[in-house]
Protein backbone atom coordinates (compact mmCIF):
# COMPACT_ATOMS: atom_id res chain seq x y z
CA UNK A 1 0.00 0.00 0.00
CA UNK A 2 1.01 3.05 -0.89
CA UNK A 3 1.31 6.23 0.76
CA UNK A 4 1.47 9.90 -0.48
CA UNK A 5 5.31 10.73 -1.20
CA UNK A 6 5.36 14.57 -0.06
CA UNK A 7 6.43 15.60 3.51
CA UNK A 8 2.93 16.79 4.41
CA UNK A 9 1.68 12.89 4.30
CA UNK A 10 4.20 11.98 7.03
CA UNK A 11 2.96 14.83 9.61
CA UNK A 12 0.49 12.14 11.59
CA UNK A 13 2.33 9.63 11.33
CA UNK A 14 5.01 11.85 13.77
CA UNK A 15 2.20 12.93 15.49
CA UNK A 16 1.22 9.62 16.44
CA UNK A 17 4.56 9.07 17.36
CA UNK A 18 5.11 11.79 19.81
CA UNK A 19 2.08 10.31 21.56
CA UNK A 20 3.74 7.18 22.07
CA UNK A 21 7.13 8.61 22.88
CA UNK A 22 4.94 10.93 25.46
CA UNK A 23 3.72 7.36 27.21
CA UNK A 24 7.27 6.08 27.15
CA UNK A 25 9.36 8.58 28.29
CA UNK A 26 7.30 8.59 31.26
CA UNK A 27 8.58 5.18 32.57
CA UNK A 28 11.24 3.90 34.24
CA UNK A 29 12.76 0.38 35.81
CA UNK A 30 10.73 1.10 38.63
CA UNK A 31 6.95 1.91 37.44
CA UNK A 32 5.23 -1.12 37.98
CA UNK A 33 2.98 -3.24 35.52
CA UNK A 34 -0.36 -2.02 36.84
CA UNK A 35 0.93 2.09 36.31
CA UNK A 36 2.11 0.83 32.45
CA UNK A 37 -1.25 -0.42 31.99
CA UNK A 38 -3.20 2.86 33.41
CA UNK A 39 -0.90 5.24 31.60
CA UNK A 40 -1.56 3.46 28.19
CA UNK A 41 -5.91 2.81 28.96
CA UNK A 42 -5.99 6.68 29.55
CA UNK A 43 -4.05 7.46 26.60
CA UNK A 44 -6.08 5.93 24.00
CA UNK A 45 -8.96 5.96 26.50
CA UNK A 46 -12.73 7.16 24.31
CA UNK A 47 -14.60 5.87 21.77
CA UNK A 48 -16.00 8.73 19.70
CA UNK A 49 -17.90 6.94 17.03
CA UNK A 50 -21.29 5.91 17.52
CA UNK A 51 -21.85 2.14 18.81
CA UNK A 52 -23.15 0.95 22.22
CA UNK A 53 -21.11 -0.10 24.59
CA UNK A 54 -22.22 -2.98 26.54
CA UNK A 55 -20.01 -4.85 29.51
CA UNK A 56 -20.15 -8.57 29.45
CA UNK A 57 -19.13 -11.74 31.45
CA UNK A 58 -17.73 -14.60 28.78
CA UNK A 59 -17.25 -17.45 30.32
CA UNK A 60 -15.53 -16.03 33.11
CA UNK A 61 -13.85 -13.51 30.81
CA UNK A 62 -14.19 -9.68 31.06
CA UNK A 63 -15.56 -8.21 28.11
CA UNK A 64 -17.22 -5.48 26.86
CA UNK A 65 -20.02 -5.44 23.16
CA UNK A 66 -19.62 -2.44 20.82
CA UNK A 67 -22.87 -2.86 18.64
CA UNK A 68 -23.11 -0.14 15.95
CA UNK A 69 -26.43 0.73 15.39
CA UNK A 70 -28.63 -1.64 12.87
CA UNK A 71 -26.26 -4.37 13.61
CA UNK A 72 -27.41 -8.12 13.15
CA UNK A 73 -27.82 -10.04 16.16
CA UNK A 74 -26.32 -13.00 14.34
CA UNK A 75 -23.03 -11.81 13.74
CA UNK A 76 -19.95 -10.91 15.55
CA UNK A 77 -16.81 -10.12 15.40
CA UNK A 78 -14.49 -11.43 18.46
CA UNK A 79 -11.97 -8.68 19.18
CA UNK A 80 -8.27 -9.02 21.17
CA UNK A 81 -6.58 -6.15 21.95
CA UNK A 82 -2.49 -5.88 21.70
CA UNK A 83 0.21 -4.66 24.04
CA UNK A 84 2.39 -7.52 24.44
CA UNK A 85 0.50 -9.68 26.44
CA UNK A 86 1.90 -7.38 29.19
CA UNK A 87 -0.57 -3.95 29.03
CA UNK A 88 -3.75 -3.14 26.83
CA UNK A 89 -7.13 -3.69 27.88
CA UNK A 90 -10.64 -3.39 26.59
CA UNK A 91 -10.51 0.12 27.55
CA UNK A 92 -7.26 0.85 25.53
CA UNK A 93 -8.66 -0.51 22.36
CA UNK A 94 -12.50 0.67 22.98
CA UNK A 95 -12.07 3.61 19.85
CA UNK A 96 -10.31 1.27 17.33
CA UNK A 97 -12.36 -1.59 17.92
CA UNK A 98 -15.19 0.98 17.68
CA UNK A 99 -14.16 2.11 14.38
CA UNK A 100 -14.48 -1.29 13.23
CA UNK A 101 -17.88 -2.04 14.40
CA UNK A 102 -18.79 1.31 12.54
CA UNK A 103 -17.31 0.96 9.69
CA UNK A 104 -18.38 -2.98 9.22
CA UNK A 105 -21.65 -2.53 10.67
CA UNK A 106 -20.85 -5.60 12.97
CA UNK A 107 -20.99 -6.19 16.73
CA UNK A 108 -17.76 -6.78 18.63
CA UNK A 109 -16.69 -7.97 21.41
CA UNK A 110 -13.71 -7.26 22.98
CA UNK A 111 -12.07 -9.53 25.90
CA UNK A 112 -10.07 -8.77 28.85
CA UNK A 113 -8.05 -11.64 28.44
CA UNK A 114 -5.87 -12.39 31.49
CA UNK A 115 -1.93 -10.52 31.20
CA UNK A 116 1.68 -11.74 31.65
CA UNK A 117 3.67 -11.71 33.69
CA UNK A 118 0.79 -12.54 36.87
CA UNK A 119 -1.12 -15.21 34.18
CA UNK A 120 1.82 -16.93 31.73
CA UNK A 121 1.13 -18.22 28.37
CA UNK A 122 -0.90 -20.13 27.82
CA UNK A 123 -3.82 -17.90 30.20
CA UNK A 124 -4.16 -15.75 27.51
CA UNK A 125 -5.00 -18.15 24.96
CA UNK A 126 -7.66 -20.07 27.24
CA UNK A 127 -9.00 -16.78 27.62
CA UNK A 128 -9.78 -16.49 23.93
CA UNK A 129 -10.94 -19.69 23.60
CA UNK A 130 -13.57 -19.58 26.13
CA UNK A 131 -14.95 -16.54 24.57
CA UNK A 132 -14.99 -18.17 21.14
CA UNK A 133 -16.74 -20.78 23.33
CA UNK A 134 -19.27 -18.18 24.60
CA UNK A 135 -20.42 -17.29 21.27
CA UNK A 136 -20.75 -20.55 19.92
CA UNK A 137 -23.14 -21.05 23.33
CA UNK A 138 -24.75 -17.82 22.38
CA UNK A 139 -26.40 -19.64 19.18
CA UNK A 140 -24.01 -17.69 16.99
CA UNK A 141 -22.91 -20.24 14.11
CA UNK A 142 -18.48 -19.82 13.90
CA UNK A 143 -19.31 -19.46 10.04
CA UNK A 144 -20.58 -16.23 11.65
CA UNK A 145 -17.97 -15.15 13.64
CA UNK A 146 -14.80 -13.62 12.30
CA UNK A 147 -11.80 -12.66 14.64
CA UNK A 148 -9.79 -9.68 14.89
CA UNK A 149 -6.90 -8.49 16.55
CA UNK A 150 -3.70 -5.83 16.53
CA UNK A 151 -0.02 -7.02 17.88
CA UNK A 152 -0.41 -9.84 20.33
CA UNK A 153 -3.70 -9.95 19.97
CA UNK A 154 -3.08 -10.49 16.31
CA UNK A 155 -0.93 -13.61 17.67
CA UNK A 156 -4.19 -14.85 19.61
CA UNK A 157 -6.18 -14.75 16.63
CA UNK A 158 -4.13 -17.24 14.72
CA UNK A 159 -3.42 -19.26 18.42
CA UNK A 160 -6.71 -19.43 18.98
CA UNK A 161 -7.83 -20.97 15.28
CA UNK A 162 -4.70 -23.61 15.42
CA UNK A 163 -5.94 -24.53 19.27
CA UNK A 164 -9.62 -25.03 17.70
CA UNK A 165 -8.65 -26.52 14.84
CA UNK A 166 -6.56 -29.76 16.96
CA UNK A 167 -9.04 -29.94 18.99
CA UNK A 168 -11.25 -30.52 16.17
CA UNK A 169 -13.62 -27.49 17.30
CA UNK A 170 -15.22 -25.42 14.10
CA UNK A 171 -13.57 -22.61 12.75
CA UNK A 172 -14.84 -19.06 12.75
CA UNK A 173 -15.03 -17.74 9.42
CA UNK A 174 -12.64 -15.41 8.74
CA UNK A 175 -8.98 -13.51 10.38
CA UNK A 176 -8.01 -10.21 10.45
CA UNK A 177 -4.85 -9.30 11.60
CA UNK A 178 -3.14 -5.71 12.33
CA UNK A 179 0.90 -5.82 12.90
CA UNK A 180 0.90 -9.49 14.37
CA UNK A 181 3.58 -10.47 16.50
CA UNK A 182 3.87 -14.62 15.25
CA UNK A 183 7.53 -14.75 16.13
CA UNK A 184 8.18 -14.34 19.62
CA UNK A 185 11.96 -15.43 18.66
CA UNK A 186 12.31 -12.59 16.80
CA UNK A 187 14.32 -13.69 13.81
CA UNK A 188 12.85 -11.61 11.20
CA UNK A 189 15.69 -10.10 9.22
CA UNK A 190 13.05 -6.75 9.96
CA UNK A 191 14.26 -6.16 13.47
CA UNK A 192 17.55 -5.04 12.07
CA UNK A 193 16.94 -3.64 8.13
CA UNK A 194 13.92 -1.62 10.09
CA UNK A 195 15.77 -0.89 13.39
CA UNK A 196 16.30 2.78 12.47
CA UNK A 197 12.92 3.20 10.87
CA UNK A 198 10.56 1.83 13.44
CA UNK A 199 10.60 4.48 16.51
CA UNK A 200 9.62 2.51 19.22
CA UNK A 201 9.85 -1.38 18.93
CA UNK A 202 13.31 -2.88 19.07
CA UNK A 203 14.34 -6.39 19.32
CA UNK A 204 16.09 -6.32 22.61
CA UNK A 205 12.34 -4.95 24.01
CA UNK A 206 10.21 -7.81 22.07
CA UNK A 207 12.35 -10.00 23.78
CA UNK A 208 11.85 -9.36 26.94
CA UNK A 209 7.92 -9.01 25.98
CA UNK A 210 7.94 -12.71 25.33
CA UNK A 211 10.15 -13.76 28.08
CA UNK A 212 7.54 -12.05 30.22
CA UNK A 213 4.49 -14.00 28.19
CA UNK A 214 6.54 -17.72 28.24
CA UNK A 215 7.91 -17.33 31.36
CA UNK A 216 11.88 -18.20 32.30
CA UNK A 217 11.55 -21.64 30.59
CA UNK A 218 9.04 -21.17 28.41
CA UNK A 219 9.99 -22.21 24.66
CA UNK A 220 9.08 -19.19 22.60
CA UNK A 221 8.77 -21.54 19.83
CA UNK A 222 5.55 -23.11 20.55
CA UNK A 223 3.68 -22.88 17.52
CA UNK A 224 0.90 -22.01 20.15
CA UNK A 225 3.46 -19.38 21.57
CA UNK A 226 4.14 -18.35 17.92
CA UNK A 227 2.08 -18.93 15.01
CA UNK A 228 4.75 -18.61 12.67
CA UNK A 229 6.12 -22.09 13.31
CA UNK A 230 2.82 -23.59 13.68
CA UNK A 231 1.38 -25.85 10.48
CA UNK A 232 -1.30 -23.12 8.85
CA UNK A 233 -2.90 -25.77 7.08
CA UNK A 234 -6.79 -25.45 7.22
CA UNK A 235 -7.07 -22.25 8.67
CA UNK A 236 -9.60 -19.56 7.52
CA UNK A 237 -9.38 -16.83 5.09
CA UNK A 238 -7.00 -14.31 6.61
CA UNK A 239 -6.17 -10.41 5.81
CA UNK A 240 -2.70 -8.96 7.31
CA UNK A 241 -1.80 -5.37 7.68
CA UNK A 242 1.52 -4.10 8.44
CA UNK A 243 3.41 -0.87 8.49
CA UNK A 244 6.54 -0.68 6.60
CA UNK A 245 8.31 1.10 9.10
CA UNK A 246 7.96 -2.33 11.26
CA UNK A 247 10.57 -3.77 13.19
CA UNK A 248 8.10 -7.15 13.45
CA UNK A 249 7.18 -6.29 9.78
CA UNK A 250 8.48 -10.40 8.89
CA UNK A 251 5.74 -11.38 11.58
CA UNK A 252 3.41 -10.84 8.79
CA UNK A 253 5.50 -11.22 5.76
CA UNK A 254 6.26 -14.56 6.77
CA UNK A 255 3.57 -15.82 7.96
CA UNK A 256 1.90 -15.04 4.90
CA UNK A 257 4.13 -16.85 3.19
CA UNK A 258 3.91 -19.69 5.07
CA UNK A 259 -0.25 -19.96 4.68
CA UNK A 260 -0.22 -19.19 1.27
CA UNK A 261 2.29 -22.34 0.71
CA UNK A 262 -0.66 -24.51 2.65
CA UNK A 263 -3.35 -23.40 0.36
CA UNK A 264 -5.03 -20.64 2.78
CA UNK A 265 -6.54 -17.81 1.19
CA UNK A 266 -4.35 -14.85 2.82
CA UNK A 267 -4.28 -11.56 1.79
CA UNK A 268 -0.97 -9.01 2.89
CA UNK A 269 -1.19 -5.44 3.13
CA UNK A 270 2.14 -3.95 3.55
CA UNK A 271 1.19 0.12 4.57
CA UNK A 272 4.12 2.33 3.70
CA UNK A 273 5.32 4.73 6.08
CA UNK A 274 3.08 2.98 8.60
CA UNK A 275 4.39 2.15 12.22
CA UNK A 276 3.08 -0.65 14.50
CA UNK A 277 -0.77 -0.70 14.65
CA UNK A 278 -1.24 2.49 12.88
CA UNK A 279 -5.01 1.89 13.18
CA UNK A 280 -5.27 3.04 16.74
CA UNK A 281 -4.71 6.22 15.36
CA UNK A 282 -7.50 8.40 13.68
CA UNK A 283 -5.48 11.00 12.95
CA UNK A 284 -3.68 9.20 10.04
CA UNK A 285 -5.24 8.60 7.06
CA UNK A 286 -4.50 5.25 6.17
CA UNK A 287 -5.52 4.19 9.10
CA UNK A 288 -8.93 4.83 7.84
CA UNK A 289 -8.28 3.18 4.46
CA UNK A 290 -6.67 0.39 6.47
CA UNK A 291 -9.82 0.15 8.96
CA UNK A 292 -12.36 0.37 5.64
CA UNK A 293 -10.52 -2.05 4.21
CA UNK A 294 -11.08 -4.64 7.34
CA UNK A 295 -14.90 -3.84 6.87
CA UNK A 296 -15.21 -5.23 3.49
CA UNK A 297 -13.25 -8.32 4.81
CA UNK A 298 -15.76 -8.87 7.53
CA UNK A 299 -18.36 -8.35 5.44
CA UNK A 300 -17.75 -10.53 2.96
CA UNK A 301 -16.99 -13.06 4.75
CA UNK A 302 -19.54 -12.43 7.41
CA UNK A 303 -21.87 -12.00 4.15
CA UNK A 304 -22.97 -8.54 5.80
CA UNK A 305 -25.32 -6.83 3.49
CA UNK A 306 -23.40 -3.54 1.62
CA UNK A 307 -25.90 -1.48 1.78
CA UNK A 308 -24.86 0.12 4.84
CA UNK A 309 -21.65 2.32 3.65
CA UNK A 310 -18.54 2.68 6.26
CA UNK A 311 -18.10 5.71 8.61
Given at each position: ?71 ARDKAMLYFHGGGF ?117 RAMILALARNYVGK ?95
Amino acid sequence: MDSAGNDTAHVPVDRAIERLRAIYRGWTRDTTVAQMRSDWDEAFAGCPVPVTCQPVSTGGVDGEWLVPSGAARDKAMLYFHGGGFRIGSVASHRDLAGRIADASGCRVLSINYRLAPEHRFPAALDDALAAYQYLCDQGLRPADIALAGDSAGGNLVLAAMLAARDRGLPLPAAGALMSPWTDLAATGASYESRAEADPIHQRAMILALARNYVGKDGDVSDPLASPLYADLTGLPPLLVQVGDRETVRDDSTELVAKAKAVGVDVELQVWDGMIHVFQMFPEIPQAREAIASIADFLRNHLHIGHERAPQ
